[in-house]
């Protein structure tokens, strides 16, 4: 089992930042890849980040440009810096991690972009 918490949600107004983490803890033998999604109301799950244990990196279209992933392997920790924030980046973020066992969520953080 692996367990996931995020954290450094928030309110921001638009054009602001914000940085998100996500501790990963339990059994992450080879987690291969980790990511960031979110999901607002009426709405689909949607793919923010990714990032490989090599450091390849894969942006959602609505977030190229703006944000950024990026990972601690010694620390077991995926990081989601947030620029140029927009009220439709308002959402709960939720981080995730795959390895061979399969695929892990985290319990998710409130991001909130409001003037």
């Known amino acids: 089992q692996v367990q996931l918490v995020e954290s450094g949600g928030g309110l921001v107004q638009p054009g602001g930042s914000l940085r998100l983490s996500c501790a990963a803890s339990?059994?992450?033998?080879?987690?291969?890849?980790l990511g960031w999604y979110r999901q607002a109301p009426g709405k689909e799950r949607e793919l923010v980040a990714t990032i490989t244990v090599g450091g390849s990196t894969k942006y959602g279209d609505s977030v190229k440009g703006r944000f950024t992933i990026s990972r601690d392997n010694a620390k077991n920790e995926v990081y989601l810096q947030m620029t140029s924030l927009k009220p439709e980046d308002t959402a709960v973020y939720y981080c995730?991690?795959?390895?061979?066992?399969?695929?892990?969520w985290g319990q998710g953080t409130q991001v909130t972009v409001s003037s």
């Open positions: 995730n991690a795959a390895n061979f066992r399969g695929s892990y």
């Open positions: 339990g059994s992450i033998f080879s987690i291969g890849g």
